[in-house]
């Protein structure tokens, strides 16, 4: 079974970039659906991005041209550069996992993802 850790988060200036980390143990990230979701408090789970194996990505419509997300599967490790960030942005991230040969359609629903982990926080301001 699949362990996610997440990492990279931090406090960034209106306009400036992040580039987050998802490691990943106890399994291949090759045979996985991946995601990042972001979420604040009192609020339900955003999905930001939906991550194929081959690493082509689908992307909230809030985020498409300045969040990109990538894998290297060789490292087990999934990716979220963030460009322009915006004060809308602060969340906690957390990267998603789902055995899957292919994501589903609606892979950015909050209850898609079987795997998560614990999160590291963004602060825009």
């Known amino acids: 079974h699949v362990q996610l850790v997440e990492s990279g988060g931090g406090s960034v200036q209106v306009g400036g970039s992040l580039r987050l980390s998802c490691v990943a143990s106890?399994?291949?990230?090759?045979?996985?659906?991946m995601g990042w979701f972001r979420q604040i408090p009192d609020k339900e789970r955003e999905g930001v991005a939906g991550?194929?194996?081959?690493?082509?990505?689908s992307y909230a419509d809030s985020v498409k041209d300045r969040l990109t997300s990538s894998r290297d599967n060789g490292k087990n490790t999934l990716y979220l550069q963030m460009n322009n960030l915006k004060p809308e942005d602060t969340a906690m991230y957390y990267c998603?996992?789902?055995?899957?040969?292919?994501?589903?359609?609606?892979?950015?629903?909050?209850?898609?993802?079987?795997?998560w982990g614990q999160g590291t926080q963004v602060t825009v301001s």
């Open positions: 106890g399994d291949i990230i090759g045979r996985y659906c």
């Open positions: 991550i194929e194996s081959d690493g082509s990505s």
């Open positions: 998603g996992a789902r055995i899957a040969a292919s994501c589903a359609a609606d892979a950015l629903r909050g209850d898609y993802f079987t795997v």
